[in-house]
């Protein structure tokens, strides 16, 4: 069932990001105009191009992005003892890193940053990576493979760390995480993600019955001011809206499948 999930949501997300359907539309469109039907050609084709303006002038993808970054607080008060840190994959560009022979990093790299900040703020917590190959090539080498080196060499211990490759989505980060740290119910454990991904990331960990303390980095909009100045920017609107898109298609597939017990997750639910 979870590789029906996996290979499923890889295909069903290449045809519904916005870039592929603005395509597809956009063709047919077009054949539309070759067979003959010109005002219905020409109709959606002036659909498409009013649609694109105000994705240039509008910042649509962080009306969608800033809920669910603001959704957790940003630089959250910690306790004075946390047992575990633990960060999710997705910020490692492990074919790449392989191929170079050092680690390349996508724009999340912040992830990766807080990590090792919080690593040396708290010494004698466990750390936990927890990335995988989610790639439908399954040669892939795995982000954990290629990041460990880089904690080694960053001043990180090895005894201390806890490394996850089998992981390749969300649901299973927190799965194959939960089976390999086996934390304690009382113990303190930090969640490290991009901030836009937290709601989903607590959600599927709260399934698993492991209640995180969330760590936000890695935001993606200006907060609440940005929203209410439009720019003409078509390139960086498009990919805030890929993002989003994502990230919300990703919380309905969650909350479908069981994978969360909420659309948008926040707290974990407290068991009466």
């Known amino acids: 069932m979870d590789n029906l999930f996996f290979y499923s949501a890889h295909i069903l997300w290449?045809?519904?990001?916005?870039?592929?359907?603005f395509l597809l539309l956009l063709i047919s469109s077009l054949l539309l105009i070759l067979f003959g039907r010109l005002k219905?050609?020409?109709?959606?084709?002036?659909?498409?191009?009013?649609?694109?303006?105000?994705?240039?002038?509008?910042?649509?993808?962080?009306?969608?992005?800033?809920?669910l970054e603001s959704r957790f607080v940003t630089n959250p008060p910690l306790p004075d003892r946390v047992d575990g840190i633990l960060v999710l994959g997705g910020s490692v560009i492990a074919d790449r890193s392989q191929v170079w022979q050092q680690l390349e990093t996508n724009r999340f790299n912040e992830r990766l940053n807080y990590f090792i900040l919080l690593a040396r703020q708290y010494p004698k917590a466990r750390l936990l990576f927890t990335g995988g190959n989610s790639s439908l090539q399954t040669d892939n080498p795995t982000e954990a493979d290629m990041v460990k080196d880089y904690f080694i060499r960053s001043g990180l211990q090895p005894s201390r760390l806890l490394m996850e490759n089998q992981a390749r989505n969300t649901a299973e980060n927190a799965l194959f995480s939960k089976q390999l740290a086996q934390p304690k119910a009382d113990e303190n454990?930090?969640?490290?993600?991009?901030?836009?991904?937290?709601?989903?990331?607590?959600?599927?960990?709260?399934?698993?019955?492991?209640?995180l303390l969330p760590y936000p980095v890695d935001h993606?909009?200006?907060?609440?001011?940005e929203l209410f100045e439009p720019s003409f920017s078509l390139i960086f609107h498009a990919d805030q809206l890929v993002l989003a898109s994502h990230e919300w298609l990703g919380l309905?597939?969650?909350?479908?499948?069981?994978?969360?017990?909420?659309?948008l997750p926040k707290n974990c639910p407290v068991a009466e």
């Open 14 to 21: 290449q045809v519904l990001t916005p870039d592929s359907l």
């Open 40 to 67: 219905k050609g020409v109709i959606l084709l002036s659909i498409l191009t009013i649609g694109l303006l105000l994705l240039a002038i509008l910042p649509i993808g962080d009306w969608l992005l800033y809920p």
């Open 189 to 211: 454990w930090i969640l490290i993600t991009t901030a836009f991904h937290m709601p989903r990331s607590i959600g599927v960990f709260c399934q698993q019955g492991w209640h």
């Open 220 to 225: 993606q909009t200006e907060g609440a001011k």
């Open 252 to 263: 309905l597939a969650y909350y479908l499948s069981g994978k969360t017990s909420a659309l």
